[in-house]
């Protein structure tokens, strides 16, 4: 499975973007995806996730303020950032978990449960 995330950028704290992940692979449907990024210096964290069903799942610092979505017609997941903070800059990742059974989503938080990446997209959030 290839994933190439975009629409990273600049943008003032308060700000919005919006991150898009696009997928290879015919049974998109069945993939776990997740978004986590990685600031510099720091390890890489979870941000957010979209299961199967498209249950979501976010990191408590975020809620309220991203949205996770996916439309596995055109196998893509967007991320929809907004009031974005000086702390939030990092490379964001693209993350799918393309192997697991129906209903898993036991790691759906941790980065090593992910079996394919994207290459990044960088976010900068200036004060």
């Known amino acids: 499975v290839q994933l190439q995330a975009s629409g990273g950028g600049l943008v003032q704290a308060g700000g919005s973007l919006r991150l898009s992940c696009a997928a290879s692979?015919?049974?998109?449907?069945?993939?776990?995806m997740g978004w986590f990024r990685q600031a510099p210096g720091k390890e890489r964290e979870f941000v957010a996730a979209?299961?199967?069903?498209?249950?979501?799942y976010y990191t408590d610092s975020v809620k309220g303020r991203f949205t996770i979505s996916r439309d596995n017609a055109k196998k893509m997941v967007d991320l929809q950032m907004n009031t974005l903070k000086p702390d939030e800059t990092g490379v964001y990742y693209c993350?799918?978990?393309?192997?697991?059974?129906?209903?898993?989503?036991?790691?759906?938080?941790?980065?090593?449960?992910?079996?394919?990446w994207g290459q990044g997209t960088l976010v900068t959030v200036s004060s």
């Open positions: 993350a799918a978990a393309t192997t697991k059974i129906l209903s898993d989503v036991s790691g759906i938080m941790t980065d090593s449960w992910y079996d394919s």
């Open positions: 692979g015919r049974t998109f449907s069945r993939y776990v």
């Open positions: 979209i299961s199967r069903s498209s249950s979501t």
